[in-house]
């Protein structure tokens, strides 16, 4: 499956951000969808997850009650909204398909280009 990550951009501390992650390909439905950031010079690290019917969410405890990860089917697609932004938010955020919901890398084969989100303070 193919995935195009889009709606970062520059927001400012305490406010918020939804990202998009359109699929096109193989079908949709069949697959868990991760986020994952990377920062410059750190490694990439988990944010969220959801199963492919979208009944299981799992989220890095730094993002929980913060951020919110959904899917339309329908639509082939999946979004992260991100609220209470902060500066250590800021990174390059990835989108990634694979067959198992879990919080690694490794699970997912397919990912996309990744869309920046800056924290400003």
């Known amino acids: 499956v193919q995935l195009q990550a889009s709606g970062g951009g520059l927001v400012q501390v305490g406010g918020p951000l939804r990202l998009s992650c359109a699929a096109s390909?193989?079908?949709?439905?069949?697959?868990?969808v991760g986020w994952f950031r990377q920062a410059p010079g750190l490694e990439r690290e988990f944010v969220a997850l959801?199963?492919?019917?979208?009944?299981?969410?799992y989220y890095a405890d730094s993002v929980k009650d913060r951020f919110t990860i959904s899917r339309d089917n329908a639509r082939s697609a999946v979004y992260l909204q991100m609220n209470s932004l902060k500066p250590e938010d800021t990174a390059v955020y990835f989108c990634?398909?694979?067959?198992?919901?879990?919080?690694?890398?490794?699970?997912?084969?397919?990912w996309g280009q990744g869309t920046l989100v800056t924290v400003s303070s």
């Open positions: 959801i199963s492919k019917n979208g009944e299981t969410t």
């Open positions: 990634a398909a694979g067959l198992s919901p879990v919080p690694m890398r490794a699970a997912y084969a397919d």
């Open positions: 390909g193989r079908r949709f439905s069949r697959y868990a």
